[in-house]
């Protein structure tokens, strides 16, 4: 190939890039790439363009290489948060599911009724009703925040403009999901790369013209917010909103038992090929809404609900080598660099070997020819070799006792266990730079300081340049520099220069939670925020003497162990990291922590439990007691004020402990009484 050739190929990749990246921002709202990116990858289709004016007669790059609109629809945020579900990918998974809905609820040996049906993969869509009018369409957006598409869902005539029916609630929000007919997107698929994609770039037209020429449908499968509430079960309420008008999965069912859910899981899985929509798994949710009521959320995802996945999609490649990467905990990984293979529609080149222990069980060596999995989102894994095709030459895998800094990994014991780890760990911190660099994506992830703009791939460009070495460095950019980096334009740095001022303001949970302490995830991060309730307090923890009073007093939370305080204590002796935190807290306006329910039935007080309940779990009551403004404690204290007795084994000397320090004492009876149970 000539050097003409070779230029006009790799011109060609990247418009094929830059329209694969188009589709997905303005087709499907899910941009893979940031601003800054985008603006790279446009920028160099223009210099190679200048440079070869050959490549212009191609015409190409008409009508592609241009600015990104700005955002064409309204902001509104959800009147409840469309959390996203957890996974289950087997028979094991959906039972793991179930004995956690049993523990926390307290019903084991009672079978819990599930209604189940098709995970639909189109666009999530809420509508909101006001006495029975339409007023509000929202699309999913990050959960919190949606868009106001309503005249584009106005276009899709099933669903209900006006509610016709008795005892409709004054406030009803219906959660659906809009998708596009295999044989109808057989008609318009030149236009489009999927129908997921059809139905997601017709749902952002700015036009409710061009939206009514894509044939849309939906699904309605949820419910958000309802005043009053009507409904008992979730079976109930979709067949009720089926006899308004609504669209409802004729799949849909309710099941008992785990034999139950797996016989309708391999049904539909084996009639799915059949179905004029694209499925990849079915929901299961708690039938009865007041045990979902009871169950709640987790940080991310509700604790009635489970998607089960169908099979994870496999294929057979090769292993081109073995490398480690280091995880923001100094967790080293080895990941096998494979030839390029489809799974599941995925070009995967990369697959996780998880750890050391891993790789010797299964013998897994450079060369071997292995069967690999995708479930889901989840990353690509090494389930088997194949040592029939293994060359006789090959070696044994040995793995390296030194992380890419240079420090020596070390496999820590487990204090409960008392085994060692599988994990072999760097144990520098941040004063390694590939763990540094790691926390750096941490801290701006979603679930943190959530950055727009600043991705996985902006950041190491940052740091490459040493522009954004550390945390505080985010927050005292030189924009001034940025100008000068090869495709950054003016709006892609005002956009970012936006997205870090907002973030700014942070809450003391999710503060906590971003600065990277090992073993301390969302849910130890709000129980500590709840401890510290503001920033000047949590500062205590960067000297030694403060430090050490605190985690004496972490001891008496429930939910905080020995290995949480292990781990944060380790985190503030290196003083390399306090001096990272204290500068990123000068930077921040770190909000104080709201006791969610200040005038609830346990507002300041604090309580612990001992024994077992006959109506509930130890679970379900610390979620009580926080959900009603109060603090659980894990140990007797005179900062105590209440010790609730279950009737099941309660431990004496904890009630005698309390009697010695008069706290007050109520039974099991009793606690019902306060809960109105």
Same mark, same amino acid.
């Given at each position: 190939m000539d050097s003409k050739s070779k230029i006009i190929d790799i011109y060609k990749k990247k418009i094929s890039l830059l329209k694969k990246h188009n589709k997905l921002y303005f087709e499907n709202d899910d941009p893979k790439i940031s601003d800054a990116e985008y603006d790279i990858l446009k920028k160099e289709i223009i210099n190679l363009e200048k440079k070869n004016n050959f490549l212009k007669k191609l015409n190409l790059s008409k009508a592609i290489v241009g600015s990104r609109p700005s955002n064409k629809f309204k902001k509104v945020k959800h009147l409840k948060p469309m959390l996203s579900l957890s996974n289950a990918f087997d028979k094991n998974g959906m039972k793991d599911f179930i004995s956690k809905i049993s523990n926390f609820l307290n019903t084991k040996g009672k079978n819990i009724e599930f209604s189940s049906e098709p995970k639909i993969d189109g666009i999530s869509a809420t509508l909101i009703y006001e006495n029975g009018v339409l007023t509000k369409g929202l699309s999913r957006g990050d959960g919190v925040v949606g868009e106001d598409i309503l005249e584009n869902l106005k276009t899709i005539n099933e669903i209900p403009k006006k509610i016709k029916g008795n005892n409709v609630p004054s406030l009803f929000e219906i959660r659906g999901e809009i998708y596009i007919g295999k044989k109808d997107f057989d008609n318009i698929k030149g236009n489009f790369a999927n129908p997921r994609n059809a139905a997601g770039g017709s749902l952002r037209q700015k036009d409710s013209r061009e939206t009514s020429k894509i044939p849309l449908k939906y699904f309605a499968y949820g419910f958000g917010a309802i005043e009053p509430m009507i409904f008992s079960t979730q079976?109930?309420?979709?067949?009720?909103?089926?006899?308004?008008?609504?669209?409802?999965?004729?799949?849909s069912k309710t099941v008992k038992n785990l034999d139950e859910i797996e016989a309708q899981h391999s049904y539909v899985d084996s009639i799915r090929s059949s179905l004029d929509y694209d499925i990849d798994g079915l929901v299961y949710k708690v039938n009865d809404l007041k045990l979902q009521s009871r169950l709640g959320n987790t940080s991310n995802s509700p604790r009635w609900a489970v998607a089960y996945k169908f099979s994870a999609e496999k294929a057979? =490649?090769?292993?081109?080598?073995?490398?480690?990467?280091? +995880?923001?905990?100094?967790?080293? =990984?080895?990941v096998a660099k494979v030839e390029p293979v489809t799974v599941g529609g995925v070009v995967v080149s990369n697959a996780t070997l998880h750890n050391e222990d891993?790789?010797?069980?299964?013998?897994?060596?450079?060369?071997?020819?292995?069967?690999i999995q995708r479930a889901g989102d989840v990353i690509p894994q090494v389930i088997s070799?194949?040592?029939?095709?293994?060359d006789q030459k090959s070696k044994k895998y040995i793995f390296p006792e030194k992380c890419l800094c240079g420090a020596l990994t070390k496999k820590e014991v487990n204090k409960s266990t008392k085994k060692e780890d599988a994990v072999r760990r760097c144990l520098k911190g941040y004063e390694c730079d590939f763990i540094a660099r790691e926390k750096l994506k941490h801290i701006v992830s979603k679930d943190a300081f959530n950055i727009d703009g600043l991705g996985k791939k902006v950041i190491d460009q940052f740091w490459e340049i040493k522009l954004i070495r550390q945390p505080s460095d985010i927050f005292t950019i030189n924009y001034n520099t940025i100008k000068n980096l090869d495709g950054w334009g003016e709006l892609s740095i005002n956009n970012l220069k936006k997205a870090i001022d907002n973030s700014k303001i942070i809450e003391l949970d999710k503060f906590i939670f971003s600065i +990277?302490?090992?073993?301390? +995830?969302?849910?130890?991060?709000?129980?500590?925020? +709840?401890?510290?309730q503001s920033i000047s307090k949590f500062k205590d923890l960067f000297n030694s003497k403060g430090r050490k009073k605190i985690l004496v007093n972490l001891i008496e939370l429930d939910g905080i162990g020995e290995i949480q305080i292990e781990s944060i204590n380790n985190f503030f002796s290196i003083n390399t990291? =306090?001096?990272?935190?204290?500068q990123l807290i000068n930077q921040l306006k770190i909000k104080n922590f709201k006791v969610q329910n200040k005038k609830g039935k346990f507002s300041n007080k604090t309580i612990m439990f001992t024994g077992g309940f006959e109506k509930m779990s130890r679970s379900e009551a610390k979620t009580l007691v926080e959900n009603n403004g109060g603090k659980v404690l894990g140990a007797i204290s005179k900062k105590l004020d209440i010790l609730v007795i279950g009737n099941s084994k309660p431990t004496k000397k904890k009630i005698e402990n309390a009697k010695s320090l008069n706290i007050k004492i109520i039974l099991e009876d009793e606690w019902y009484e306060i809960l109105n149970l």
């Open positions: 079976s109930e309420f979709l067949e009720k909103i089926k006899n308004w008008g609504f669209s409802i999965n004729p799949l057979v =490649t090769k292993i081109k080598d073995i490398v480690i990467q280091v +995880g923001r905990t100094g967790a080293i =990984t080895p891993e790789i010797n069980r299964k013998d897994i060596r450079v060369g071997d020819t292995v069967q070799v194949d040592s029939s095709k293994r +990277g302490i090992r073993h301390i +995830g969302q849910e130890n991060a709000k129980i500590l925020a +709840g401890f510290f990291n =306090t001096e990272i935190v204290r």
